[in-house]
């Protein structure tokens, strides 16, 4: 795994400890989102990004856990955050296909 890279089950575990103070960030298209994500997520689509950064401003210094499909353009944006000052940026490993295999069966998958 890349540096930046967390497994679904770490996120899984931030997102249950109600201490965590996380931005979940999804980064697919709008009707990727409409098939499923996750709960708490926000969407900020790779092909829009470069647009909507100055919206994340505030999430700076937070911890920022950046998702896709399989985990190849949160891994992308999650560097192209780091690269612009995002202190605590991570991506998720596998994706939300694997976060459906593995940490919730009832999200269907595509």
């Known amino acids: 795994m890349n540096e930046l890279e967390v497994s679904c089950q770490q996120v899984k ?45 505030g999430q700076k210094d937070k911890l920022v856990v950046v998702y896709c499909h399989h985990g190849g353009r949160s891994l992308r944006v999650a560097e192209y955050l780091k690269n612009r000052g995002f202190t605590n940026v991570k991506s998720m490993a596998g994706g939300i296909d694997e976060w459906a295999e593995k940490i919730d069966p009832t999200k269907p998958r595509y």
């Open 13 to 57: 575990e931030w997102l249950d400890d109600n201490e965590k103070e996380m931005f979940l960030l999804d980064c697919r298209e709008q009707n990727e989102f409409d098939q499923v994500q996750i709960e708490g997520a926000n969407l900020y689509p790779m092909s829009k990004l470069t647009t909507q950064v100055d919206k994340l401003e």
